[in-house]
């Protein structure tokens, strides 16, 4: 099993383009969870998904939007990138309820020009 | 916002010793967890310890909750330099799924 892949890993945008991370996992897990990590901090929760079809609003949404219209994929975009969306995105999934380990993928590096 | 605060916030020892990071949060919790991240990775899960819990053993790691205080405790034996890496505690509250993170314990094993 792959686990948990994100999509590119590395990206370079300019002020105001758009972009999407692609999330996929292999481990037919429920949850899914989009989170940010900037220097000298931990994780922030952009936004998460308990299922094939649902998504919600976590800690710091704006700017960003997702779907999960498939339960292994998990999109995360960006429609008009800004400076302060500079950071390493992570991607992560959950089996589901009574299950709370979280399993992570190795991150997408973001620099916003 | 941050419900853990980790103590210190770095952490450089020598190879063998012993490597003890602290946790503290706010609300109560359905359980606690500890995470590793290695430079430039993603975060691998450690150890959960659930709210009932007051201590759990895992190969090298010890780590402790006191529910009264609201802090928790990770103990490395006997390291490593395979454990240098960034240590995270999440809790979870029980609410919407959700973990909630502190900013890391930086350890550093000096060879």
């Known amino acids: 099993n792959a686990g948990v892949t994100q999509t590119p890993k590395f990206r370079v945008l300019k002020t105001g383009q758009s972009m999407t991370l692609l999330c996929a996992q292999d481990?037919?897990?429920?949850?899914m969870y989009w989170y940010r990590q900037d220097p000298g901090m931990g994780l922030r929760l952009i936004h998460y998904?308990?299922?094939?079809?649902?998504?919600a609003k976590g800690e710091v949404p704006d700017g960003y939007n997702v779907s999960r219209l498939k339960k292994q994929n998990f999109l995360l975009g960006l429609e008009s990138a800004a400076p302060s969306q500079t950071s390493v995105y992570f991607c992560?999934?959950?089996?589901?309820?009574?299950?709370?380990?979280?399993?992570f993928g190795p991150g997408t590096r973001l620099l916003v020009l | 916002s941050q419900q853990g605060e980790e103590d210190p916030q770095a952490l450089s020892i020598q190879e063998g010793e012993n490597a003890t990071m602290n946790c503290s949060y706010k609300?109560?919790?359905?359980?606690l967890q500890w995470y590793r991240q290695n430079s430039g990775r993603g975060l691998v899960h450690l150890i959960l310890?659930?709210?009932n819990e007051r201590e759990k053993h895992s190969g090298r790691l010890r780590v402790t909750l006191d529910t009264s205080k609201k802090s928790s405790s990770l103990l490395i034996t006997a390291s490593r330099a395979a454990d240098t890496a960034s240590y995270f505690c999440?809790?979870?509250?029980?609410?919407?799924?959700?973990?909630?993170w502190g900013a890391g314990t930086k350890l550093i094993i000096k060879p």
């Open positions: 992560a999934s959950r089996p589901g309820t009574g299950k709370e380990t979280q399993y």
């Open positions: 481990m037919n897990h429920e949850y």
């Open positions: 998904s308990v299922g094939e079809g649902t998504t």
């Open positions: 609300t109560s919790i359905n359980n």
């Open positions: 310890i659930r709210s």
């Open positions: 999440a809790t979870d509250a029980g609410s919407n799924y959700q973990l909630i």
